[in-house]
């Protein structure tokens, strides 16, 4: 029998320091409900927007994986590895923090916001040597289709490696199209979040940055009610 729990749009924690606006979806900072402390191994899904020229100065992560998809705008990093550069809508960025990296991040860009994804999916390794990749995802490829993004770093799988046995996907849906996927894994579940758009996930109806988890079950199917971007991410439940 499969489980759910809804988490809409306006129910996110919320916190305005004017450079930064920032939607948590789980227990974040200052932001605390003991119902949202993660899904499975997934801990962190913010919804950050990010004013011109500002951003986080540099600061410590461990034993995380770090996934960064940027919605809009531009935005810099620099880490303790030696990486610098700029992440840009439609590249996913991912950092196993591992035994321990320092890394900052800024908007790009003086005169426009960015709107970024941050999201932290905890490892089955722990202390594991620090990397990094990012790399940029044809839009295309995603159209009525679940595109991989991430996937775990074990297997050959498409998409951006991580230390867990969890998996990421985007879809660009046409109104009335529809896409299914079936989980890897009896002891998983998905997280279905719509970035824009709405759509039905397995019979619930998801508006803008509505979010649904659902576990105990083999499979999920995504109809798109109107034109819309979904990210699902498989993780395992247990974690």
């Not at 990093?77 to 610098?84: E, L, N, P, T, V």
């Not at 990397?131 to 289709?145: C, K």
């Amino acid at each position: 029998m499969s489980n759910t729990v809804f988490h809409p749009a306006n129910e996110r924690g919320h916190a305005d320091h004017g450079w930064l606006d920032a939607h948590h979806s789980f227990s974040f900072a200052g932001y605390y409900d003991p119902e949202k402390i993660h899904f499975g191994a997934l801990r962190v899904l913010n919804d950050d927007i990010v004013a011109g020229a500002m951003g986080f100065g540099k600061h410590p992560h461990d034993n995380m994986e770090i996934i960064t998809i940027v919605l809009d705008g531009a935005l810099e990093h620099q880490d303790s590895m030696g990486h610098k550069q700029a992440l840009h809508p439609n590249e996913v960025q991912v950092m196993s923090a591992g035994s321990g990296i320092t890394h900052s991040e800024y908007n790009h860009n003086r005169d426009k916001k960015v709107n970024l994804l941050q999201i932290w999916i905890i490892p089955n390794k722990r202390n594991v040597e620090p990397r990094y990749e990012q790399t940029v995802f044809d839009v295309a490829e995603r159209v009525n289709t679940l595109q991989p993004l991430v996937s775990p770093i074990e297997n050959s799988d498409a998409g951006l490696k991580i230390h867990q046995d969890a998996w990421i996907y985007r879809t660009s849906l046409e109104n009335g199209k529809s896409v299914s996927h079936k989980l890897h894994s009896e002891k998983h579940g998905v997280y279905v979040f719509v970035i824009n758009g709405s759509a039905t996930v397995n019979g619930k109806t998801l508006s803008k940055k509505d979010a649904l988890g659902i576990s105990g079950t083999d499979k999920v199917e995504i109809t798109a009610t109107a034109d819309s971007d979904v990210l699902l991410l498989e993780v395992p439940m247990y974690a």
